[in-house]
């Protein structure tokens, strides 16, 4: 059975660093689109970052860009995300998703095929 496992959140100050990983299992990640999401209550979830199956390009939200990258250690089966220079906008439930049928850059969780049980971020001020 295919799934996804976050680990790696946790309690910073604003300015700080979090690295989430999003490990797979019965499936390979490396050819799977596999996405960032995040998540606050009362709002949609959003995209943060993805990287495509095809030729690993990435995608990321405008609000994180130069800040958060989206990598993948294809020996781990494992996709991280590394978010610097946190901002208390920020704290929110970081999801991981893959949407096994895209080749690229896919955005929308609605195109998800399954998800990780997601990982809470906290930014203090």
Do not use: H
Request: include cysteine; hydrophobic fraction near 30%; charged fraction near 20%.
């Amino acid at each position: 059975q295919a799934q996804l496992a976050e680990s790696g959140g946790g309690l910073v100050q604003s300015g700080r660093s979090l690295r989430l990983s999003c490990r797979g299992s019965g499936f390979t990640l490396e050819y799977n689109t596999i996405g960032w999401f995040r998540q606050t209550p009362g709002k949609e979830r959003e995209v943060v970052a993805c990287i495509s199956s095809s030729d690993s390009s990435t995608y990321y939200a405008d609000s994180v860009k130069g800040r958060f990258t989206i990598s993948r250690d294809n020996a781990k089966n494992t996709v991280y995300l590394q978010m610097n220079s946190l901002k208390p906008e920020g704290s929110a439930v970081y999801c991981c998703g893959a949407d096994i049928e895209a080749m690229g850059i896919s955005r929308l969780s609605s195109e998800y095929s399954f998800w990780g049980q997601g990982a809470q971020g906290t930014v203090s001020s």
